[in-house]
C-alpha cells in the first residue's frame, strides 16, 4: 500500500497573552479557546463538510479541569462537530501540538481519514507549568535523569552548553531557510503556542533579519 500524500490546508491561532489574573484569558476556559480556532476554521473552509473530519487531534501538558476531559473529543462537540467524529488528547509536553499533527497525518496517509484537525492549547494563566504534577522520587534517588530535566529552563540551558556552536543567529537563519524551502517562496508555516494550529505566514515574516530582532 502506498501512503497518499498530505498537505496542511489551513491554520488559525488565537493570539498570544499574559497570564495571571489581569491576562486577556483568565476569564476564558482552556477549551473555549479550542472551540473559537475550530469554529474559525471551518468558517474559512465553506467547502469542508463538518462530518468529513476524521479526527480532532488536540495537545495539553497539564490535562486537568478545562484543559481534561479528552480535549479533542470534548472541543469538537463544543464547535459543532457532528458527535460521529471523533477526537482525542496528546501530551508530550512542548513538543505536543507538533506531535498532534504528525500524529494525524499519518492518519490521512494511510487512508484512516481524508481531513483531520490538530493542535494544542495551554493556558498557563489558568494552569501554572507543574500544577499537579507529582514526579516520582526515584527519578533523582536513582539518577534515571538529571535534576535538571524537571525544569525547561534549565534544560535550555544545558543544551545551550552541549552545543554552543548552534547560536541564535544560527537557528534563525535555519529557521528562514527552513520556512522558505517548505513553499512556493510565497506563503509558508510554522507553529505556534497558545490554542495553535498551524499558522499561515508570509515569508516576509519569516526573514532571518526579522528572526534575529526577535527575543530568544
Given at each position: 500500500?502506498?501512503?497518499?500524500?498530505?498537505?496542511?490546508?489551513?491554520?488559525?491561532?488565537?493570539?498570544?497573552?499574559?497570564?495571571?489574573?489581569?491576562?486577556?484569558?483568565?476569564?476564558?476556559?482552556?477549551?473555549?479557546?479550542?472551540?473559537?480556532?475550530?469554529?474559525?476554521?471551518?468558517?474559512?473552509?465553506?467547502?469542508?463538510?463538518?462530518?468529513?473530519?476524521?479526527?480532532v487531534a488536540i495537545a495539553a501538558t497539564t490535562q486537568i479541569g478545562d484543559q481534561g476531559l479528552t480535549?479533542?473529543?470534548?472541543?469538537?462537540?463544543?464547535?459543532?462537530?457532528?458527535?460521529?467524529?471523533?477526537?482525542?488528547?496528546?501530551?508530550?509536553?512542548?513538543?505536543?501540538?507538533?506531535?498532534?499533527?504528525?500524529?494525524?497525518?499519518?492518519?490521512?496517509?494511510?487512508?484512516?481519514?481524508?481531513?483531520?484537525?490538530?493542535?494544542?492549547?495551554?493556558?498557563?494563566?489558568?494552569?501554572?507549568?507543574?500544577?499537579?504534577?507529582?514526579?516520582?522520587?526515584?527519578?533523582?534517588?536513582?539518577?534515571?535523569?538529571?535534576?535538571?530535566?524537571?525544569?525547561?529552563?534549565?534544560?535550555?540551558?544545558?543544551?545551550?552548553?552541549?552545543?554552543?556552536?548552534?547560536?541564535?543567529?544560527?537557528?534563525?537563519?535555519?529557521?528562514?531557510?527552513?520556512?522558505?524551502?517548505?513553499?512556493?517562496?510565497?506563503?509558508?508555516?510554522?507553529?505556534?503556542?497558545?490554542?495553535?494550529?498551524?499558522?499561515?505566514?508570509?515569508?516576509?515574516l519569516t526573514s532571518a533579519t526579522w528572526l534575529g530582532s526577535t527575543r530568544t
Amino acid at each position: 500500500m502506498r501512503a497518499r500524500d498530505v498537505v496542511f490546508v489551513d491554520g488559525v491561532r488565537t493570539p498570544f497573552g499574559k497570564s495571571g489574573p489581569k491576562g486577556i484569558y483568565a476569564e476564558t476556559r482552556a477549551d473555549d479557546l479550542v472551540v473559537r480556532v475550530i469554529r474559525e476554521l471551518l468558517r474559512r473552509n465553506p467547502n469542508l463538510p463538518p462530518e468529513r473530519v476524521g479526527e480532532v487531534a488536540i495537545a495539553a501538558t497539564t490535562q486537568i479541569g478545562d484543559q481534561g476531559l479528552t480535549i479533542g473529543r470534548s472541543a469538537a462537540i463544543l464547535a459543532g462537530l457532528p458527535v460521529t467524529v471523533p477526537g482525542y488528547a496528546i501530551d508530550r509536553m512542548c513538543a505536543g501540538a507538533m506531535t498532534a499533527v504528525t500524529t494525524v497525518a499519518g492518519e490521512v496517509a494511510l487512508g484512516a481519514a481524508d481531513v483531520a484537525i490538530a493542535g494544542g492549547v495551554e493556558h498557563m494563566g489558568r494552569h501554572p507549568m507543574g500544577e499537579g504534577v507529582d514526579p516520582n522520587p526515584r527519578f533523582v534517588s536513582e539518577q534515571l535523569v538529571d535534576e535538571s530535566a524537571l525544569f525547561m529552563g534549565m534544560t535550555a540551558e544545558n543544551r545551550h552548553d552541549r552545543f554552543p556552536a548552534i547560536s541564535k543567529q544560527r537557528a534563525d537563519a535555519y529557521a528562514a531557510a527552513l520556512a522558505a524551502s517548505a513553499s512556493d517562496g510565497r506563503v509558508t508555516w510554522t507553529w505556534s503556542g497558545c490554542a495553535g494550529f498551524a499558522v499561515a505566514a508570509s515569508t516576509e515574516l519569516t526573514s532571518a533579519t526579522w528572526l534575529g530582532s526577535t527575543r530568544t
